[in-house]
């Protein structure tokens, strides 16, 4: 989401415009295939408070900071996960996948 941007120059990739769940919302309806966010917390938060999200997927390093923000910041109610799938990446890296419940 950006109110400045006006052109990505990247291939299959979206400016979105206005309010970010009605985007996103239409833009699941229209897109075939994976739509993907990158690294914006914010973003994946406000769209899992919306039942917008069909899958996460993280990596895992390992290591432990002393300090740092929550993962999802302050979620406004609790959002049940499955595990989906988990694999190793290189020597040291996992990948988690996990779907939402949404009847749970």
Excluded: C
Excluded at 43 to 70: A, I, K, S
């Amino acid at each position: 989401m950006s109110s400045t941007l006006e052109d990505l120059g990247w291939r299959n990739s979206t400016v979105l415009r206005g309010e970010v769940v009605n985007e996103v919302s239409k833009l699941k309806q229209t897109v075939e295939g994976d739509i993907v966010v990158y690294a914006s917390g914010r973003l994946v938060r406000t769209l899992m408070e919306h039942d917008l999200v069909d899958e996460l997927r993280l990596m895992t390093h390992p290591f432990v900071l002393g300090g740092g923000e929550r993962l999802f910041g302050e979620t406004g109610e609790r959002k049940p996960l499955r595990l989906a799938g988990a694999r190793t990446v290189g020597d040291s890296l996992v990948l988690l996948t996990y779907r939402p419940l949404r009847d749970a």
